[in-house]
C-alpha cells in the first residue's frame, strides 16, 4: 500500500510533491514497476495514501490507478487481502496476509506494552498483538470500518504462514509463533509532516522471504548513502 504519495493527504502536501497530479503518480509509478523483471510476480494493494476510501476494507486499484492494469504480471487486490502461492497436488502453498497498517496509529499509541517499547517504531509489537487477537483491528475506533452483515473482513479466520504490512515507514522482521512477520520499508524521507507527527522512517530496507527454508532477511539498500542523497520519490 502506499504506492504513491497522493494528493491532500494532509496540510500543505502540495508543496512537496513533484507530481501533483494522482494520475500522474500512478503513471510514474507504472513506469518504475515496469521495470521489473516480467517473470517476477507482483501483489499490490490500496493504502491510505492511495486513490481508494480510508475505510476498510479498501477495494482493490481501479480508477485513476488504469495504468497499473497496463502491466501483466501485476496483480491488484483488496487491503486487507490473503493470497495463497506456490500450492500444488502435493502442498497447500503459503498463506500471506496483506494489511497495510492503518489501525497500527492506534495500537502503538494506546497498548501500554507496544508504546512502553517503542510504539510506532515497532511494528512487529503491533502486528504480534494483532495476531494474539485475531483481529487486525479489535478495537472499535482504532480504523475506520465499512460495516458488512454477513461477516468482518478484518477478522484473521486463516492463521497466515506469513503477515505482511507497511504504513509505519519502518521496515522489521519478526516470528510468533510460526507467523513470520513482515513490515516493509519506505523509499521516502522524512516529510515536514512526519516530523511534526514524530514518525522516523528506515528507508530504503526490503524484506525477503526465502520459502524453501523459511528463513528471512533485511536488504539495505540506504548502506552509505548521506543525509543529502535520502530517496525521495513523489
Same mark, same amino acid.
Request: hydrophobic share 35%.
Given at each position: ?32 514497476? &515496469? ?47 490473503? %493470497? ?14 496483506? @494489511?497495510? &497498517? ?5 495500537? $502503538? ?10 510504539? @510506532? ?20 475506533? $482504532? ?29 522489521? %522482521? $519478526? ?27 528506515? @528507508? ?7 520459502? &524453501? ?10 548502506? &552509505? ?7 525521495? %520519490?513523489?
Amino acid at each position: 500500500g502506499d504506492v504513491v504519495d497522493g494528493v491532500g493527504i494532509y496540510p500543505n502536501q502540495d508543496e512537496e510533491l513533484d507530481i501533483k497530479s494522482i494520475r500522474g503518480q500512478y503513471d510514474r509509478c507504472t513506469e518504475l514497476l &515496469g521495470q521489473i523483471r516480467k517473470d517476477i510476480k507482483i501483489v499490490l494493494c490500496p493504502g491510505n495514501h492511495d486513490a481508494k476510501r480510508i475505510a476498510e476494507p479498501q477495494p482493490a486499484l481501479d480508477k485513476y490507478a488504469e495504468s497499473l492494469k497496463t502491466l501483466n504480471n501485476l496483480t491488484l487486490v483488496s487491503n486487507p487481502s490473503v %493470497i495463497n502461492v506456490l500450492s500444488g497436488d502435493n502442498f497447500e502453498g503459503f498463506n500471506i496476509l496483506l @494489511y497495510h &497498517g492503518y489501525s497500527y496509529d492506534y495500537y $502503538a499509541a494506546n497498548i501500554d506494552t507496544i508504546l512502553q517499547n517503542g510504539g @510506532y517504531d515497532r511494528g512487529d509489537l503491533i502486528m504480534k498483538f494483532l495476531l494474539k487477537k485475531r483481529h487486525l483491528s479489535p478495537v472499535h475506533t $482504532a480504523t475506520l470500518f465499512v460495516p458488512n452483515g454477513n461477516e468482518d473482513n478484518l477478522v484473521m479466520d486463516i492463521v497466515p504462514d506469513i503477515f505482511a504490512s507497511g504504513h509505519i515507514h519502518k521496515g522489521s %522482521i $519478526a516470528k510468533y509463533k510460526g507467523v513470520t512477520t513482515f513490515v516493509s520499508s519506505c523509499w521516502q524521507h522524512k516529510t515536514d509532516f512526519q516530523e511534526r507527527m514524530g514518525h522516523h522512517p528506515d @528507508y530504503c530496507k526490503v524484506p525477503l522471504f526465502n520459502f &524453501g527454508n523459511g528463513k528471512s532477511m533485511m536488504l539495505d539498500f540506504s548502506e &552509505g548513502m548521506n543525509k543529502d542523497e535520502q530517496p525521495r %520519490i513523489n
